[in-house]
């Protein structure tokens, strides 16, 4: 292979090679621009999905640094001591699905909200309603089996995988505040 052969094999490359190292610093560029404001959006909307399980919280929430049981990924209380805001994650019929729950002070719920999921639309979304959620609220213990002193939580037909990741994510939740001590 002479020089001028070389040359051409060795000149693309180069060129190549050049265009990806420009793409890969602007990309790296642009996430260290864009990070911080995703972080920040990322954290107002989660503050926000606190304040509705919660609102006596009135939407001002500090992450309690605490032992975490099976299944929690985080512990929040509000700043006005109104309650704690648990999210917890169960498997779903189509994958982890993630779910926040509110308790107040007493260690009633205040509300039930499904923040992440892969459930099929229409079937498995059919245990997100707040109609079905709306059972939850108020209660301070909750079971499958007929138990006087747990309010009973009814599956969805056709969305029992679903349900069934719901309830069990609100059981763990509420274990976690009894592990805290919060509530009553």
């Given at each position: ?70 299944g929690i990924l985080e512990v929040y209380e509000a ?106």
């Open positions: 292979m002479n020089a001028s052969e070389r040359k051409e094999m060795i000149a693309p490359t180069l060129v190549l090679f050049l265009i990806c190292l420009v793409i890969t610093v602007a990309l790296a560029g642009t996430y260290q621009v864009t990070k911080p404001i995703i972080d920040e959006i990322n954290i107002k909307n989660a503050n926000i999905a606190r304040g509705e399980v919660l609102p006596e919280g009135e939407g001002a929430f500090t992450q309690l640094e605490t032992e975490l049981s099976e700043d006005n001591k109104a309650g704690y805001v648990i999210t917890a994650q169960d498997k779903g019929f189509g994958g982890k699905m993630t779910v926040m729950v509110g308790i107040n002070d007493l260690g009633e719920i205040t509300g039930v909200k499904v923040t992440g999921h892969a459930e099929t639309p229409g079937l498995g979304t059919k245990a997100m309603t707040a109609d079905y959620l709306s059972q939850y609220q108020g209660e301070v213990a909750v079971t499958r089996t007929n138990e006087s002193d747990k309010t009973q939580i009814d599956a969805v037909t056709g969305a029992t995988v679903s349900s069934n990741a719901i309830f069990r994510a609100v059981e763990a939740s509420l274990a976690q505040i009894e592990k805290i001590g919060g509530g009553r």
